[in-house]
């Protein structure tokens, strides 16, 4: 039975985009990205199918996103990055994780906390996290100081990209080059290299090194919003739908949803969808997302309110009931992420992130 409101989550999806990018990728090292719940997925289900798909390492930005995993029973290497101005990295130590270290405070703390692995984070041009180059040298000189004294092992020096066109990535892959030489000259040798999330390792062979970080394309979307998935042989594991909550017949002129921006052109059959913005479905795409239902394609009618939306289905057969389904694979002739990123003027990464916790996960395993 599905629920009233649902992301269904196909799980045979997610571990075959993982073997179709491994693919693609060569032999590197995989790590699978289950940040944010999974991109709203639900992070213990979509990292135990991204294992079965060939993914090596899990990505998670901090303890408390790891501990779900582990709690989950996921042993393997866990690598966090995104850490808290207090963090002791106690709970690291506790849960095994590797740290991404981006300054000489976070190494420190790391160390005195008995973290096992760190992986030094250099700013290479994003301009985010990440050690900037006039301290890569003293983070390098520090961190193979205390590796030599039985402190944290290097296991790995990463960055990030901005994907900011060709010439700045390829500026980015020098930087980061430079970062590695300024490493080496130190004496650091670490086992992995990296810097490539989805856009690097699918469009940027040169970026891929021994090991990518892989979180969108896991989940079957494209980072390229004019590339469809299909033509990298992902397929979306996610689909949001809800059951229509109500139907009735109004008359021409009638005024929809807050604000009245909407208003029917003629007698009509309005159906009430229960998702809202509080369930990630975006304001934005007020009057312009599409919903389908029972195969007919409709577009949001009004302003999408905080529970709820309506949709204009004119004369179709609608019921109450019957499934309104926002995007999930268009291959089944269904809106995809990509048509509610439009109308929203965003991203697919926002669009599933945001999928809200009142909506029920339910784990498949498609064909
Ligand atoms: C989120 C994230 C990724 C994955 O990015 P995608 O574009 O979803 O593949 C990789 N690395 C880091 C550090 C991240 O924060």
Redesign the pocket.
């Given at each position: 039975m599905r629920a009233h409101r649902e992301a269904t989550v196909d799980l045979n999806a997610i571990a075959g985009n993982v073997e179709a990018i491994r693919r693609i990728a060569g032999t590197t090292h995989f790590?699978a990205?289950a940040?944010a719940n999974g991109?709203g997925h639900g992070a213990a289900a979509v990292a135990n199918a991204a294992i079965d798909g060939g993914a090596d390492w899990l990505?998670v930005?901090d303890a408390a996103e790891a501990r779900v995993l582990r709690d989950a029973g996921i042993r393997g290497p866990i690598l966090t990055?995104?850490h808290g101005p207090d963090e002791t990295f106690q709970a690291a130590v506790e849960l095994d994780l590797e740290v991404?270290v981006s300054s000489l405070s976070q190494l420190e703390r790391a160390a005195a906390a008995g973290v096992a692995s760190v992986h030094v984070k250099v700013d290479t041009g994003l301009g985010r996290?990440g050690s900037p180059p006039d301290l890569w040298e003293e983070l390098f000189a520090r961190a193979h100081a205390l590796e030599r004294s039985r402190g944290p092992k290097i296991r790995g020096i990463?960055s990030?990209l901005a994907n900011a066109g060709p010439e700045a990535d390829a500026a980015q892959l020098e930087e980061f080059e430079r970062a590695q030489s300024a490493a080496a000259s130190l004496g650091v040798q670490p086992e992995f290299v990296h810097i490539a999330?989805?856009?690097g390792?699918l469009g940027r062979p040169e970026s891929r090194y021994n090991f990518v970080?892989?979180?969108?394309?896991c989940y079957g979307l494209s980072?390229f919003p004019d590339i469809p998935p299909s033509k990298f042989g992902l397929t979306p594991a996610l689909e949001l739908s809800a059951a229509v909550a109500s139907v009735k017949r109004v008359g021409s002129g009638s005024g929809i949803s807050y604000g009245h921006n909407y208003s029917t052109e003629r007698e009509t059959t309005i159906a009430l969808v229960p998702l809202g913005y509080a369930d990630g479905v975006p304001r934005h795409a007020s009057n312009r997302g599409p919903v389908s239902i029972n195969g007919n394609n409709f577009t949001v009618s009004g302003v999408i309110a905080m529970d709820q939306f309506v949709v204009d289905v004119g004369d179709a057969d609608v019921a109450v009931g019957d499934r309104a389904i926002l995007f999930g694979n268009p291959a089944h002739g269904i809106p995809s992420a990509q048509d509610w990123a439009s109308a929203a003027d965003t991203i697919t990464?926002e669009i599933v992130a945001r999928i809200g916790a009142r909506v029920e996960r339910r784990s498949i395993s498609g064909a």
């Open positions: 790590m990205i940040k991109y990505g930005v990055w995104l991404g996290n990463f990030h999330a989805t856009e390792t970080r892989v979180g969108l394309g980072p990464y």
